[in-house]
Every structure is written in structure tokens, then in C-alpha cells.
């Protein structure tokens, strides 16, 4: 993918002012070029989840490597005037601006993986200007995609292999809101979405029905089933509720059967409203009474994850599912809270000193040092990850700690066999990693997923994977904390 | 604005692919051209309130202007394989996109205008294919930017006057879940926004302060405030809660004295965490102290209406309110549900046939004819809203029903002042209409919210602003829908 075929504009002002502002502030300080490292990561798992699946990526590394301020850009920003009316920016700054591109080191867990709660993300290394400067649309990116991901896993995990199609482009925030959800969604493991642009852009199949419209528009339903059926003879779907569903179910059936000479095959018919478990089971009787044993009944109307299981529960026939608002909206929890956090600054004489962001709530201090999230698998699938700082040693034992409650803990035997999440992806802004297509990202979830546990992958009250903080990382953070409390800032400054 | 100046791809495949496959059917059956009414409305004010903002017509109505397939589009269409692995379309269709131009009525509520349940925001009349065809970029465009326009509006409200910033863009579904959300809301009622680009594109104010980070980079918290300061003598709002917030207090005030003598003035300090109330109290009688009567005090943090109501009850001494999270994905209802439902079709002998969608909810079943909003009011304010049907004469006693309990009815005096909100944007798909700037929708909504009844904007339980069906059509869609129970789907065919 390539957002420049998508946008036009120059995306490279689409960040908060702050972070402009601070740019000048660095700038003007010197500091523009000093080493910075910042995590990106979140707090928790959506939705009350177990897990979250990682998505954005590519996205989000199409946008570092365009970043570049167009005389445009720098234009307006020259025209930003402060509280007295002077210019906000000195000419010097936005020269600086002109020249700018993006060289940070940047490595990420690959999308598709699946993440949990502190694990860094993406984790950018370079001058602390720009590595500040991509905050925000790293953000917008990469909390949206990872949240719509994780919310069609969990409902590609209800359908239980039943065919998933993603339909909320109405119903999406905004243009990109449709498109990136899409996108995510498919990641996340739907099987094809109604959105065109989407299957344009990004390859993915797209499917559709038809509308109640449709239907309207016609003398009788019958007449538009014959219609469409003449338009369509090897992919109609009959939407049967515009005015009975079982009576709309035999319309279906009575025009499948008079096209049939000509080679109709009535690929399914949908159900939009109503008691959706007893109309697929009374529209499945139907349907195979008349031999049409192969054709789908696909349901749609507001579903998500957990009507669709109660669905199945209840014993209804559907085997497709369209789903909309729910989806791409991720309706239930609209947001991930991903944050961004400073957690390294290298000196002049060439030592690192540790960030943390101290909060009254332990779970929102950030993590300081260069981070690194170890998984430790065995045959049986997924054991723990464990969440480490580069700039230490790693002990002999490994103990990974629940990172709030340090009586949770789980040691990991010498010789367990492992992977390291975060890959480069860039170095000195240049791209040094294969960015996987989204046949391979589905494949790699559909991996993924198969090595969680099922009561990790549960719907509701979730068992919780062990990931949390190598020991000594551990006891690191809890040093740092208690100095900066008992001492005051004077603690972390000037380590 | 211009989405071209956004979007560099072409926008005609944002679409569902239902849409393209009926245009299609429609193209083949020859009922292409058969002219269609459709309306786009929605069934419930979002967020349990009284009243919604319009909003998202300008950007709509760049799309509609800018409607037309590329040979890249028609290229991908072209490509689209059936259940057999045949074309999907036939390649006259494709020809017949080719040249395909908008060319419908286009007639809308203008944005910034209050309005309530079942109102046709937009009324597109014009030949079937091309008005079912656009029913997915109108419903996205338009349901996202008014939920986020009534959210605005509901804050601002709840801000009394006080200032409020945007800055959600880090959690904003996707580029334009943050681009649409910042003009819609701005459109709402906020004041300015940190996104920098919808900034550039809409001429939006834009703010900014700075971020924890900031702080952190620093050998000190007074070592960052003066930087801060240097940089920005008349801009400067300092972030004080990086540590501990009353010692940020102090030491924003012994920077701000510091700074003085070379002109500073410290327009802000910035709350993000904490006990806003008991800290805003304290901050205030600091920085009045110290003579910084004018310095702002700004809080962030997960807020909404209601939090800034309760605030502002408990007396915190806030007078900025940076919003994010809450207000750009409409947090507590991420989507407004909108539709766009056919409502009359005319036949070969010119006459119109009425068109519902049945449901078995009587709020689902959709109003049929070509719809008019009639607005009465008097010197006080809005009175009641009258939808009707501009295809049938208007009774000359003038009275509303409830759509949904005929037992509620207001009867309008005759000579009561009135305005049709529905004005003429496209003829035969050229514009018509005059498109305000986004400072003059401001000022109409500021204009419209001023008219309503504040029983009406009240956040919780607010009073119903009577808007409702005028009777002779009340009883034509009571009719109608009796006809279909009683005789089935023949009653409304064939009229």
C-alpha cells in the first residue's frame, strides 16, 4: 500500500501542534539531534479481551518515509502567528523543517502478531526532534488498526469458521475511518468486506448483496429476485425481509427454481431482521426441502461477537455473517489508549538516562530503558513474554513479574526456546524490513491464535497471559520509582 | 474545502459493493433512469440528548460533484470475478459508468441547523442508479461529521462560555476519523483544535502546549518551563502534573517572574491528572497570588459534558477544556445510525408510487413521498417541526403528530411564522446553493442553539422538541402501511 495513492495532501502537518511546538523548543535548545527512545504500547486489552492483535504497521512506516515538510507545509506554519500577533516560528526552524527527514531506527512487532498490555509496539530510536514530531499520527494509525484487528478476531473466533464479511462503511468515522477499518478488519481475520475502494487499494475480495431498495423498486419481490437473479446467475444473495422473511425465504426458492434451466445457482439469501435464529432454522428447512442444501443464509443486523455466539448457542442456521457498526466502530470501546512514551535519552558523554513518567496509579508508569519483548514458547504453544531493557544485562535465571502485582511471578527454565517480538524495520529511516502482505499477516494471526490458549482466547473473563517485566528490569522501575517519590525529581535528573 | 485536495485516489469506488452490483441490475432491467426520491435521516438524537447538529454537507457535496469513474476504477471493476469466475459486469455497464455524472436534486438542511428524528438532512431525487449509488459515501460522510458536530455542541454547552480545544487526533479512527472529527467539530462548537493539518485544510485555530515528554528531557521541571518560555514568550502554557502538580504550579510562577522583565506572560498552566477541582482551586489562588490573574488554568483528561458539568458544579477553577478521546470518537455512542431509505418512485405515466420500508417496529418504518421540514417558530423561539409530503396539497389547518403515538399532536395557529429547512444545493447535479464557510455555520448553530428551549439542550433528560409528521401525511403513511398488513407486499406495488 502507499498512502501518497491516497492522499494527496502532504501528511507531514497531520500531527498535534504541540509537537511542532516542542520541535521549535528542541531546536532551539540544541537538543534537536540528541538520542531519544520512545515505546509505543497500551494498557490494557480491549474489550475485556485476553489478547489484542497488533496491526498498523505498514501504515504507520508509508508515513515515516514520506514525512517531509512541503513549501506548503512550511507556508502555513510561517503564517501561525503567537498571542501578540508575531510569528510563532523563527525562519531558521522552518528551514530546519525543509531539510528534514525522517531518520530514526524504528522496530516493531509485526502485524498480525498478537500483543498485551506494555509491550512496546513500536519502539523508535533517533533525534529526540523527530522521534517526538511522529507521535501523534504513529498513534492515530496504529491504536485504530490494532483495535479494529483485534475486535474482527474476536469475531472471526465466534463464527467459528462460518464466513465473515465486514459491510460498516456507513456507519464508519469518516473516510479513512472506513478504509483503515477495513483493512484492520481483514488482518483481524474477516474474510471480505463490502467496502470497493478497500478491495481496491489494498486487494481484498469484496462481496455484496443487494437492498430493501432494491426490492422496493420492483412490482413484486419476486420480480426482483428474477431481476437480480438475471444479473447475477452465480452470486445472488436475495435479501428476504423487505416484507415477511418466510414468505420472501419461498419467493427465493420459487425464483431460483424457474432460473435454474439457464444455470442460476442461488449462491444465499440474507436475513436482516427479526428473530434471526428462528428464521434461519425455519429458512433452512425451506431451503433444503427445495435442494438448495448449498445455498448460504447469511444474517446481518448489528451483530458482534457475542450475539453471534448466543446465535450459534441457540442452534441457528446462519453459516455467513455481515457485520457492520459494531466492527468498525469497535462500538463497545471505541479506542485503544495507546501512548507513546519517552523512555531513554542518551547524554552527551554517550550514557543513557532513564525516563519513566510517574503516575498516582502504577499501571500508567511508563517503562524506562530500550525494550525488547521476549516470547517463550513450547510445542504446546505460547508460555510468556517477557518485556526486557536492551541496556542491561540479562540475568542467568529468567523470572518474568506481573508488572503491577510483583507476587505474580513465573520463572522460565534455562533452554526454553524463544523469539524476539520486535523486528528492525528501519534504520536510519531506510526500510530493512520485508513488509509481509495481508495474505501473509492473516496467515501469521491464524498462527498466532492457534498458540494462545483457549482460555486466553475466551470471549468473556478471559484467563491473563503472563507478560510482564524481566526481574531486574523489575526491580529497575521500582528503584526509579521510589527515588523520584522519596527525593523528588532531582532523582531522575541528571542520572 | 476540497476532497480532491485530501484524497488523490478517486472516490467513486467508496462504495458497498450492493450499490454497484444494483446499478448494474438497474442498468439491465433499464430502470437506470427512472427517477427516485431517497432521504437521509436518522431515528434517535445521539447521546440521549434533545437535539442533533447537521454537519458534513460541504464535504457530501464535494463528493457528488466530483463523482466519476477512471479508467482505474473501471479497470478494477472490470476485474471483479463472479462465482464461476466470469466478469461480474458486462463490459457496457462499465461503458455506461464511464460517462456517468452526477446529475440529481440534491435539496439539505444547511449544517450548523438543529435537528431531530426523521428529518431528511438530505433529499437526493434523480435518476435511480446514480441516487441508489451514492447512499454509502452520504451515509459515512454524513453520519460521522453530525454525531461529532451534536457531541461538540453538547460540550461546549456544558463549557459555559469557557474555551475548548480539540485534541483528540491520537485517538481518532483513522486520518480522517481525526481530519472529519476536527471540522465537524469545530462546526459543534469548540474554538480551535492542535490538528495541525485540518488546521491548514479548514483554516481552523490551532492550539498546542506541550507533552510530559517535554518535561522529561529536561534536567529539571523549572529547566523546562523556561525553555518552554524562551521559545514562546506569549504562548506558553506550562504542563505542570509531570511529577508532582502544586510543586508545577510553583515553579510555572517562579519561571513566569523569572521571565518577565524580557516581556513574558504565562498564558496557561495545563492539568492532566489528578483531582481537577481540588487542584484547579489551589492552582488558581497560587497563580492569583502571584499576580498571574490572567493565566489561564486548562485541563485534560479523559473528559466529556458531563465530567466538565459535574466540575463545573464543584466549583473548579478550570476556564480552558482540552477535549480528546471522547469527543472525536463520540466515546459513549461511536456512530449515529443514520439511513437512507427510498421513499417514491416515478413511473413511465409520470406518476409518483410511494415507497416504505415495513418493520415490525413502527420507528423503523420509513416515511414515503419527497419530504420538506417545515420550521415554525415566534419571537421566543422554535415552536415545532412539520415534516411533509410535497406531493400532496397541505390541509389548511395546520397540525403535527407524533410519528409514533398519534395520541401527541399540536396544532399550529394559521399565520404562525415558519421556514422550510430543506433549500436546493444541486439542479441536475450542478451546484445551486451558496456553501457558508465554516465561521458562518458556527455562528448559525450558536444562532440555532439560541432558539431552543434550554429544556431542550439540557444533557440528561431533556424535554421532546415536538417534531413530527403534518396529519393529512401521518394518515397517507398509516394508510399505507394498514394497505401492506392487510393485503401484503400487492398493496403497495402497482400504485
Chains 1, 2 share one sequence.
Not at 494509525?141 to 490494532?146: A, E, H, L, P, R
Not at 464466513?163 to 477495513?182: C, K, P, W
Not at 528492525?424 to 498458540?451: C, F, W
Not at 510482564?468 to 529497575?476: C, I, M, P, Y
Amino acid at each position: 500500500m502507499n498512502l501518497k495513492k491516497i492522499y494527496s495532501t502532504s501528511l507531514s502537518l497531520l500531527t498535534d501542534l504541540y509537537q511542532i511546538t516542542m520541535a521549535y523548543g528542541y531546536w532551539k535548545q540544541g537538543m534537536a539531534e540528541q538520542e531519544a527512545v520512545f515505546h509505543l504500547y497500551f494498557r490494557k486489552n480491549p474489550f475485556q479481551g485476553g489478547y489484542t492483535v497488533a496491526a498498523g504497521l505498514e501504515y504507520a512506516v508509508d508515513y515515516l518515509q514520506q514525512l517531509q515538510f512541503t513549501e506548503e507545509d512550511l507556508a502555513y506554519l510561517a503564517g501561525l502567528k503567537d498571542g501578540r500577533n508575531a510569528p510563532l516560528f523563527e525562519q531558521g526552524f522552518l528551514d530546519y523543517l525543509r531539510e528534514l527527514r525522517f531518520t530514526c531506527d524504528v522496530d516493531a512487532i509485526p502485524e498480525g502478531t498478537v500483543v498485551f498490555p506494555n509491550e512496546p509496539l513500536i519502539r523508535v530510536r533517533g533525534p529526540l526532534l523527530q522521534a517526538q514530531l511522529v507521535e501523534t499520527p504513529l498513534l492515530t494509525i496504529v491504536n485504530f488498526q490494532t483495535l479494529i484487528a483485534t475486535k474482527a478476531s474476536r469475531i472471526a473466533e465466534s463464527a467459528k469458521g462460518d464466513q465473515v464479511i465486514e459491510f460498516g462503511m456507513r456507519r464508519a468515522q469518516g473516510i479513512d475511518g472506513a478504509l483503515a477499518a477495513t483493512r484492520a478488519a481483514y488482518v483481524g481475520g474477516v474474510d471480505a468486506t463490502s467496502n470497493v475502494l478497500a478491495g481496491q487499494l489494498f486487494d481484498i475480495p469484496v462481496r455484496g448483496t443487494h437492498a430493501h431498495s432494491w426490492v422496493q423498486a420492483f412490482e413484486s419481490e419476486k420480480a426482483a429476485f428474477q431481476a437480480y437473479g438475471d444479473a447475477f446467475p452465480h452470486d445472488s444473495v436475495f435479501l428476504v425481509d423487505t416484507y415477511n422473511t418466510l414468505d420472501g425465504v419461498r419467493h427465493a426458492i420459487e425464483v431460483a427454481r424457474s432460473l435454474q434451466p439457464s444455470g442460476f445457482k442461488l449462491n444465499g439469501i440474507r436475513l436482516d431482521s427479526g428473530d434471526l435464529t428462528y428464521l434461519s432454522i425455519e429458512a433452512r428447512k425451506l431451503l433444503d426441502e427445495a435442494g438448495l442444501m448449498e445455498t448460504n443464509i447469511v444474517a446481518s443486523n448489528d451483530l458482534n461477537e457475542h450475539i453471534i455466539s448466543s446465535l450459534k448457542q441457540e442452534g441457528a442456521r446462519i453459516n455467513v455473517w455481515g457485520i457492520g457498526t459494531q466492527l468498525v466502530t469497535a462500538y463497545d470501546q471505541p479506542a485503544l489508549g495507546g501512548v507513546y512514551k519517552l523512555a531513554a535519552l542518551q547524554h552527551t558523554d554517550g550514557h543513557w538516562r532513564y525516563n519513566i513518567k510517574l503516575s498516582e496509579q502504577l499501571e500508567k508508569t511508563s517503562n524506562p530503558g530500550i525494550q525488547q519483548v521476549r516470547r517463550f514458547y513450547d510445542a504446546q504453544g505460547y508460555i510468556a513474554d517477557m518485556i526486557f531493557n536492551e541496556l542491561e544485562p540479562l540475568p542467568e535465571q529468567t523470572l518474568v513479574m506481573h508488572p503491577l502485582d510483583s507476587t505474580h511471578r513465573k520463572a522460565i527454565p534455562a533452554g526454553t526456546a524463544y523469539t524476539d517480538l520486535l523486528v528492525p524495520v528501519l534504520r536510519k529511516g531506510a526500510l530493512v524490513y520485508e513488509l509481509p502482505d495481508l495474505q501473509a499477516i492473516r496467515k501469521h494471526r491464524t498462527t498466532e491464535l492457534s498458540k494462545l490458549h483457549e482460555s486466553i482466547r475466551r470471549l468473556l473473563n478471559p484467563h491473563r497471559y503472563p507478560a510482564g517485566l524481566e526481574a531486574s528490569f523489575h526491580q529497575l522501575k521500582t528503584n526509579l520509582v521510589l527515588e523520584i517519590r522519596e527525593k523528588g525529581e532531582a532523582a531522575v535528573q541528571g542520572r
